[in-house]
């Protein structure tokens, strides 16, 4: 409709969005290993202000799960575990955010988001900085979500005992299995207070 309104000449501003315009978050909803069921965002949360170019400034919005937006990062555990609660959801358990990622529910699936084989052109994982949420169409998980192997690590765990940050970031290339960091060395940030430019986030809901 946006496209045909713009090609009628009835909006001013094509290249922006209309003033209230929310643009909707992406998600896909998967089985758990426990017989429930869970939502989890297709894209690394991002600011309410970000675009293509900037990951914005506005600390106290509610993240987003939305294309064409560069990630969320320097925020700690609890911050992002907030930040989700503003959404009115929370952060993914260890074993949503890996099911998603590997593709299978239980203890088992893919190596990476994109497969058993690693291929380094397929994600954002070999220190060129932090892109734009599925900028690399390659880099997407059969459940449907996109860089969970590269580009940012993620926050994860309900509580700060079971908290760590996975995935691995844009310069992580030994680093980015959908199991990292479990008995990695190294690119692993301390969930209680710690933060990093390569330390994001995505969220996580109960249908």
Known sequence: MRGLLCA?????ACGEEPPGFVVPDREVCLKNRFGGDYCIDVYEASRRDADAA??????????ASIEGRVPWTGISWAGARAACARKKKRLCD???????CDGVVGPAGNTFAYGNMEDKTRC????????AGGARATCKAATGTFDQSGNVWEWTGAELATASARGGSF?????????SPEGQVGDVIDPNGGTSPEVGFRCCRDP
């Open 8 to 12: 009628l000449g009835l909006l001013v």
């Open 124 to 131: 954002n994982t070999e220190g060129g900085g932090v892109q």
């Open 171 to 179: 310069r992580s290339t030994r680093t980015h299995q959908c199991t």
């Open 94 to 100: 260890r074993e949503e955010w890996l099911d998603a």
């Open 54 to 63: 900037s990951p914005g400034v506005e600390d106290e919005s509610a993240p």
